[in-house]
């Protein structure tokens, strides 16, 4: 039996075609969206993909990754913060017109927590967190084993709790998120802004940005971290503590055994984690146990948890 | 059947019987635990008082509510803030020995939270979190209509997440905890500071805690804001807010449907109530819904817990 997993991220499509119980992709896709894409694009060129992995064959079942939010119950995705056209979209519809195969739709980070779950980091774990940290920071949980996805599928939204209400405004329109000071864009756009007020800082990550502000990423910013630039450590140092009153609040609340942290943010060093391990540590309460460490499935546990959604439909419909 | 209801709280110690499936104690008996009481004295009269109310006839299972930590699993204590000796006591052992009965018990923040999802403000809601504001601030969930304790039994401590980081030290070593700002016993130390930093404010509260300041409690704050009080009214917000900022905080981490607010510092009025819930309401995304309500059982929401452990005790052993 065939399984489908898709991912539509923000920016790019991937998708591949998995033999049930399988734990390798039998053939795999992965594009960048056009400039100027929207929902129609978007679908267009995901169906060629899998139309073109599938060879004529047809899948069993169907697992999807959005990037957005998503009304599990009925596979609707609400909208894209990044590609128009997406309000209401009924996704999951589309794909079993499109396939003749059942589908199950979901955010990208429920689906990434499920896959890290199902055959990542969190294998033999009954309960965790999934936290992305990228553009944005998201985040997915398990708990009993199975996603809690929360009362009107909004849950994970780790990035949005404050942790400094005196901090500086989020586009949300609070002070203080998490994402605020731990994603990719702000981390860069502190950067810039830390440039321009004083001349004479920054050297290493001046020149990193080869002297073009606008260059600036978070990778970069690591990059002079790692070569000693003081306000590169600063921001990243800043981005960990963040991150880690946010893990440490949330250890507090919900007491799982893991956090599982993706992301491009957290493909730094030990700037970064050994401040989000120290804080979270700090927070938490002494008899609140816990364990942060690293996403097993990189970039592609969106999809492997997209392969999980789909089994279960297999497993559920053959019970 | 009858079923036994216990309910070890710090200062005060309660029973009841009811039988299974009735709405209404049986019979009750509530006593003061005596002032240098310790784990022994507190079984002891417990026993006492239960032997009363069951006046010869042997319950057919117990459920009982500890204002502390407790291992559920094996029904042991981990250990009492309040009164001396509880460390490591099997307090489930303890009474299924006594009366012969299976015995279930968990701490009061979750017993409560079941006691309201049973028969108080949450029935029928699939998701809620319970949240106590007395000599501490505590909380309980319930997911997928059932406890969610955490993977060490931790999950539900509000009180101790950071909501301010530059705010005033907790006895935990933090700052700016829930607690710290919205407990009973911090708002009337903060009160006293107030005080007595500045003898030309807080007429009102003077007056009304008959110029003894150490007789302030977080029920005399309230009755001072209620006249008037501008000392008594920004701590009030103050621990409107904080509590506010918490719960806004974890509904976008859980997304729960509702939140439930019991214990003595709920009892106050507007100025308490209309920042918790504007406050929460900024903090949570606006894709975010929850509601924000009373405790419907008072005091008695730890009992009523109990019973419903009982209960479930039955309906397992029955099936």
Known sequence: MLILALDFGGTKLAAAVVKKGDRHFQSYQRTLSPPKANSSTDIQIMRSLALELLNGEKPAAIGVSFGGPVDFKTGTVRLSHHVDGWENTPLKQILENEFQAPASVDNDANVAALGEHRYGAG???????????STGVGGGWILNSKPWRGSGGMAGEIGHTVVDPSGPLCLCGKRGCVERLASGPYMAQEARTRLQIDLNCGHILRRICQYQPENITGLLINQAAENGDKIAIEILKKAGWAL???????????????????????????????????????????????????????????LWGAVAMAEDLLNKSSE
Do not use: M
């Open 123 to 133: 294998i033999n774990y009954e309960s965790l967190c999934y936290i992305t940290v």
């Open 244 to 302: 880690g009153v946010g893990i440490g609040n949330a250890a507090n609340l919900i007491n799982p055994q893991r956090f599982i942290l993706g992301g491009g943010v957290t493909k730094a060093g030990p700037h970064f984690w050994e401040t989000v391990q120290q804080v979270a540590r700090q927070i938490a309460l002494p008899e609140v146990e816990f364990e942060i460490v690293s996403a097993a499935l990189g970039d592609e546990a969106p």
